[in-house]
Protein backbone atom coordinates (compact mmCIF):
# COMPACT_ATOMS: atom_id res chain seq x y z
CA UNK A 1 0.00 0.00 0.00
CA UNK A 2 1.27 3.33 -0.91
CA UNK A 3 1.54 5.83 2.05
CA UNK A 4 3.78 8.29 4.02
CA UNK A 5 5.57 6.44 7.09
CA UNK A 6 7.10 8.66 10.24
CA UNK A 7 9.15 7.50 12.43
CA UNK A 8 9.21 6.78 15.34
CA UNK A 9 5.79 7.31 16.98
CA UNK A 10 7.37 8.90 19.96
CA UNK A 11 10.93 10.16 21.05
CA UNK A 12 12.60 11.79 23.51
CA UNK A 13 15.82 13.46 23.75
CA UNK A 14 17.36 15.84 25.91
CA UNK A 15 17.56 19.33 25.95
CA UNK A 16 20.62 20.99 23.97
CA UNK A 17 20.20 17.76 21.17
CA UNK A 18 19.44 17.94 17.75
CA UNK A 19 16.98 15.44 16.75
CA UNK A 20 16.40 14.13 13.35
CA UNK A 21 12.42 12.75 12.39
CA UNK A 22 12.43 10.66 9.75
CA UNK A 23 9.70 10.77 6.92
CA UNK A 24 9.69 8.59 3.63
CA UNK A 25 6.76 8.24 1.06
CA UNK A 26 5.96 5.86 -1.73
CA UNK A 27 3.24 7.73 -3.81
CA UNK A 28 5.40 9.47 -5.83
CA UNK A 29 4.67 12.82 -4.66
CA UNK A 30 6.81 15.52 -5.78
CA UNK A 31 5.72 18.10 -2.08
CA UNK A 32 6.48 16.95 0.83
CA UNK A 33 5.99 19.47 3.94
CA UNK A 34 6.06 19.37 7.91
CA UNK A 35 4.05 20.78 10.07
CA UNK A 36 3.89 20.82 13.94
CA UNK A 37 0.90 20.64 15.89
CA UNK A 38 0.11 21.89 19.40
CA UNK A 39 -2.79 21.40 21.41
CA UNK A 40 -5.20 24.63 20.76
CA UNK A 41 -3.05 26.22 17.25
CA UNK A 42 -3.92 23.80 14.93
CA UNK A 43 -1.26 22.92 12.17
CA UNK A 44 1.88 25.37 11.52
CA UNK A 45 3.85 24.85 8.33
CA UNK A 46 7.42 24.28 9.34
CA UNK A 47 9.31 23.64 5.58
CA UNK A 48 7.91 22.46 2.83
CA UNK A 49 9.51 21.63 -0.56
CA UNK A 50 8.04 21.18 -4.14
CA UNK A 51 11.01 19.16 -5.69
CA UNK A 52 13.63 17.26 -5.04
CA UNK A 53 16.86 19.56 -3.72
CA UNK A 54 14.75 22.76 -3.39
CA UNK A 55 13.05 23.67 -0.06
CA UNK A 56 11.24 26.49 1.41
CA UNK A 57 10.75 27.74 4.82
CA UNK A 58 6.81 27.96 6.32
CA UNK A 59 5.96 30.32 9.03
CA UNK A 60 8.09 28.67 11.70
CA UNK A 61 10.83 27.52 10.47
CA UNK A 62 13.37 29.26 13.18
CA UNK A 63 15.69 26.38 14.65
CA UNK A 64 14.65 23.56 12.49
CA UNK A 65 16.07 22.00 9.14
CA UNK A 66 15.33 20.07 6.46
CA UNK A 67 17.09 18.43 3.41
CA UNK A 68 15.72 16.70 0.32
CA UNK A 69 17.98 14.60 -1.57
CA UNK A 70 15.77 11.90 -2.57
CA UNK A 71 11.98 12.48 -3.81
CA UNK A 72 10.91 9.59 -1.51
CA UNK A 73 12.44 11.38 1.90
CA UNK A 74 11.94 14.64 3.79
CA UNK A 75 13.60 14.21 6.96
CA UNK A 76 13.61 17.03 9.50
CA UNK A 77 15.72 18.20 12.16
CA UNK A 78 15.16 20.28 15.21
CA UNK A 79 18.17 21.90 16.52
CA UNK A 80 19.07 23.04 19.82
CA UNK A 81 17.73 26.34 18.76
CA UNK A 82 14.34 25.51 18.83
CA UNK A 83 12.77 27.45 21.96
CA UNK A 84 9.79 24.72 22.20
CA UNK A 85 10.55 21.85 20.43
CA UNK A 86 8.35 19.85 22.08
CA UNK A 87 4.86 18.88 19.67
CA UNK A 88 3.36 16.36 17.25
CA UNK A 89 5.03 16.39 14.24
CA UNK A 90 3.62 15.97 10.68
CA UNK A 91 5.03 14.94 7.13
CA UNK A 92 2.92 15.35 4.80
CA UNK A 93 2.64 14.90 0.71
CA UNK A 94 0.87 16.05 -2.47
CA UNK A 95 1.19 15.71 -6.02
CA UNK A 96 0.07 18.73 -7.82
CA UNK A 97 0.54 17.68 -11.45
CA UNK A 98 -3.31 15.88 -10.82
CA UNK A 99 -4.23 18.37 -7.65
CA UNK A 100 -4.01 15.21 -5.43
CA UNK A 101 -4.97 16.00 -1.68
CA UNK A 102 -2.37 16.14 0.89
CA UNK A 103 -1.68 12.97 2.48
CA UNK A 104 -0.42 12.59 6.04
CA UNK A 105 2.15 10.01 7.69
CA UNK A 106 0.75 8.92 11.70
CA UNK A 107 3.11 11.35 13.19
CA UNK A 108 6.17 11.60 15.33
CA UNK A 109 5.69 12.89 18.80
CA UNK A 110 8.69 14.49 20.52
CA UNK A 111 9.66 15.57 24.03
CA UNK A 112 12.39 17.31 25.17
CA UNK A 113 13.12 17.65 28.39
CA UNK B 1 -2.82 35.20 0.99
CA UNK B 2 -5.90 33.02 2.13
CA UNK B 3 -7.01 32.36 5.58
CA UNK B 4 -9.57 30.24 7.67
CA UNK B 5 -11.52 30.72 10.71
CA UNK B 6 -12.88 27.69 12.44
CA UNK B 7 -15.62 27.24 15.41
CA UNK B 8 -13.47 26.26 18.37
CA UNK B 9 -14.18 23.34 20.58
CA UNK B 10 -14.43 20.93 22.38
CA UNK B 11 -18.21 19.91 20.86
CA UNK B 12 -20.06 17.29 23.27
CA UNK B 13 -22.30 14.95 21.59
CA UNK B 14 -25.24 12.10 21.96
CA UNK B 15 -25.19 9.68 19.76
CA UNK B 16 -27.79 10.19 17.10
CA UNK B 17 -27.29 14.06 17.81
CA UNK B 18 -26.91 16.59 14.63
CA UNK B 19 -23.84 17.81 14.24
CA UNK B 20 -22.39 21.16 12.37
CA UNK B 21 -19.24 22.73 12.96
CA UNK B 22 -18.66 26.39 11.15
CA UNK B 23 -16.22 27.36 9.07
CA UNK B 24 -15.48 30.85 7.02
CA UNK B 25 -12.57 31.80 4.81
CA UNK B 26 -11.40 34.64 3.47
CA UNK B 27 -9.90 33.75 -0.14
CA UNK B 28 -8.70 35.26 -4.01
CA UNK B 29 -11.23 33.67 -6.12
CA UNK B 30 -12.78 30.46 -5.31
CA UNK B 31 -9.90 27.60 -4.35
CA UNK B 32 -10.62 24.23 -3.29
CA UNK B 33 -11.63 24.10 0.24
CA UNK B 34 -11.35 20.70 2.10
CA UNK B 35 -12.65 18.97 5.59
CA UNK B 36 -9.61 16.54 7.47
CA UNK B 37 -9.99 14.67 10.52
CA UNK B 38 -7.59 13.10 12.58
CA UNK B 39 -8.31 10.28 14.98
CA UNK B 40 -6.37 10.13 18.40
CA UNK B 41 -2.86 9.69 17.89
CA UNK B 42 -2.79 9.26 14.36
CA UNK B 43 -2.28 11.71 11.53
CA UNK B 44 -5.08 13.91 9.44
CA UNK B 45 -7.14 12.72 6.89
CA UNK B 46 -9.20 13.97 4.09
CA UNK B 47 -12.70 13.39 4.99
CA UNK B 48 -14.17 15.39 1.94
CA UNK B 49 -13.85 18.44 -0.51
CA UNK B 50 -15.15 20.90 -2.40
CA UNK B 51 -13.57 22.28 -5.93
CA UNK B 52 -15.91 25.09 -6.86
CA UNK B 53 -18.61 27.36 -5.65
CA UNK B 54 -21.74 25.81 -4.55
CA UNK B 55 -20.37 21.97 -4.87
CA UNK B 56 -21.00 19.58 -1.87
CA UNK B 57 -18.40 17.60 -0.77
CA UNK B 58 -19.78 14.63 1.05
CA UNK B 59 -18.26 11.20 2.52
CA UNK B 60 -19.03 8.91 5.72
CA UNK B 61 -22.49 10.65 6.29
CA UNK B 62 -20.81 14.09 6.77
CA UNK B 63 -21.43 16.80 3.97
CA UNK B 64 -19.68 20.90 3.19
CA UNK B 65 -21.36 22.86 1.05
CA UNK B 66 -19.15 25.51 -0.65
CA UNK B 67 -21.16 29.06 0.04
CA UNK B 68 -19.12 31.85 -2.15
CA UNK B 69 -22.13 34.33 -0.70
CA UNK B 70 -21.24 33.80 2.76
CA UNK B 71 -17.81 32.66 2.43
CA UNK B 72 -18.47 29.36 4.71
CA UNK B 73 -18.18 25.85 4.43
CA UNK B 74 -19.66 24.34 7.37
CA UNK B 75 -19.69 20.39 8.16
CA UNK B 76 -22.78 18.76 9.14
CA UNK B 77 -23.67 15.16 9.77
CA UNK B 78 -27.04 14.16 10.46
CA UNK B 79 -26.83 11.71 13.39
CA UNK B 80 -22.93 11.05 14.42
CA UNK B 81 -21.63 7.78 16.32
CA UNK B 82 -19.06 7.26 18.89
CA UNK B 83 -17.10 6.62 15.69
CA UNK B 84 -16.95 9.96 14.83
CA UNK B 85 -15.18 11.03 18.04
CA UNK B 86 -12.02 12.84 16.50
CA UNK B 87 -10.64 16.30 15.76
CA UNK B 88 -11.70 17.99 12.47
CA UNK B 89 -10.05 21.00 10.67
CA UNK B 90 -10.95 23.09 8.32
CA UNK B 91 -8.53 24.34 5.48
CA UNK B 92 -8.02 25.77 1.92
CA UNK B 93 -4.77 26.37 -0.10
CA UNK B 94 -2.55 28.82 1.25
CA UNK B 95 -2.86 31.01 -2.50
CA UNK B 96 -5.03 30.47 -4.65
CA UNK B 97 -3.59 30.48 -8.13
CA UNK B 98 -0.10 29.55 -9.13
CA UNK B 99 0.92 27.88 -5.76
CA UNK B 100 1.09 24.85 -4.46
CA UNK B 101 -2.42 23.40 -3.94
CA UNK B 102 -0.70 20.75 -1.42
CA UNK B 103 0.29 23.88 0.09
CA UNK B 104 -2.96 24.43 3.04
CA UNK B 105 -3.93 26.29 5.46
CA UNK B 106 -5.91 24.46 8.33
CA UNK B 107 -8.30 26.04 11.25
CA UNK B 108 -7.29 25.48 14.46
CA UNK B 109 -9.58 22.29 14.52
CA UNK B 110 -12.29 20.99 16.37
CA UNK B 111 -12.93 18.66 18.71
CA UNK B 112 -15.83 16.53 18.96
CA UNK B 113 -16.46 13.89 21.53
CA UNK B 114 -19.54 11.40 20.69
CA UNK B 115 -21.60 9.89 24.30
CA UNK B 116 -23.22 6.78 23.90
Known amino acids: DGGITQSPKYLFRKEGQNVTLSCEQNLNHDAMYWYRQDPGQGLRLIYYSQIVNDFQKGDIAEGYSVSREKKESFPLTVTSAQKNPTAFYLC????????????FGNGTRLTVT | GNSVTQMEGPVTLSEEAFLTINCTYTATGYPSLFWYVQYPGEGLQLLLKATKADDKGSNKGFEATYRKETTSFHLEKGSVQVSDSAVYFC???????????????FGKGTKLSVKP
Open chain 2, 91 to 105: ALPRISYGGSQGNLI
Open chain 1, 92 to 103: ASSNDRDNSPLH
